[in-house]
Each structure stands twice: as structure tokens, then as C-alpha cells.
């Protein structure tokens, strides 16, 4: 199974109000979308709280054997999920650590994961999910 993940993570203010989205598709039952809004984040800390709730979802959804794709315009995210930056910000780290916990659950249950930054045009589902959860907020 080939599942794809897109999630977006915004803060009007950096830090100020912040929402969470994701887009799930692949699913034998169709795609999941999900929207929140989280209350007073950085942009970043919004972005890998967008990353752990999907991962959780996942994980919810008990899913096995699969290739999954997550995509991020959070490039500085990407690169320390992947490893290639160290997580620096105090903020991130138990985010960091939580993102870890989930790809271990996922990885244990035979699945594959591949991150990838994408443009935020690249995005725009799960970037319209974040931006309607502000605006509801």
C-alpha cells in the first residue's frame, strides 16, 4: 500500500495564534483530512505539531506494510527528522522526540517512511486546512 501525507503547520504572529493540518490519501477507506487550531506556537512548533498528530493518525489507523510518503514544506523540519540538522530550539526537541517516537511505532509495524520538503504551492491542501483553522479561530 502507498499511502501519502501532507501536513502544514502556520502561526500568524511567530509565535501567536497557530493551526495544525494534515491530508492522508492511499487509505482503503478514502483520504483524511484534519484541520486545528492549537493556540499561541512558533511556526515551527506548529509545523512538527502537524507532523505528530498525522504520524498519530497513523499510527490510530493501524497501519502496516505500507510506503509512506510525508511531505512538509518545513524544510528545517524535513532536514531533522532526516537527521541532516541537529534540533537546537528547546521548544522543538520534546516535539522532535515525540516525531521520533511515532516513526519507531510505524517503522516496528513493517512500514516505510520517506520525508520529503516540498514547495508550499506543493502544499496547498493541507497549507488551506491550517489557514481555515486560523480563520475559524
Known amino acids: 500500500m502507498d499511502i501519502t501525507v501532507y501536513t502544514d503547520g502556520a502561526s500568524r504572529g511567530n509565535p501567536g495564534e497557530a493551526a495544525i493540518a494534515f491530508v492522508i490519501s492511499g487509505l482503503q477507506d478514502g483520504a483524511v483530512e484534519y484541520k486545528e487550531a492549537i493556540g499561541i506556537y ?27 510518503s510525508l511531505f512538509s514544506d518545513s524544510e ?25 517516537s511515532y516513526c519507531a511505532r510505524l517503522e516496528a509495524k513493517g512500514n516505510q517512511l520517506q520525508f520529503t520538503a516540498v514547495r508550499r504551492e506543493l502544499n496547498k491542501d493541507a497549507d488551506r486546512l491550517a489557514n481555515i483553522a486560523l480563520d475559524e479561530a
Open 42 to 68: 512558533s511556526n515551527n512548533q506548529a509545523e512538527y505539531r502537524a507532523m505528530l498528530s498525522a504520524l498519530e493518525r497513523l499510527v490510530e489507523l493501524e497501519i502496516k506494510d505500507a510506503d509512506i
Open 76 to 100: 528545517l523540519m524535513v532536514k531533522q527528522i532526516k537527521g541532516e540538522y541537529r534540533v537546537k530550539d528547546i521548544n522543538l526537541k520534546p516535539l522532535f522526540s515525540q516525531v521520533s
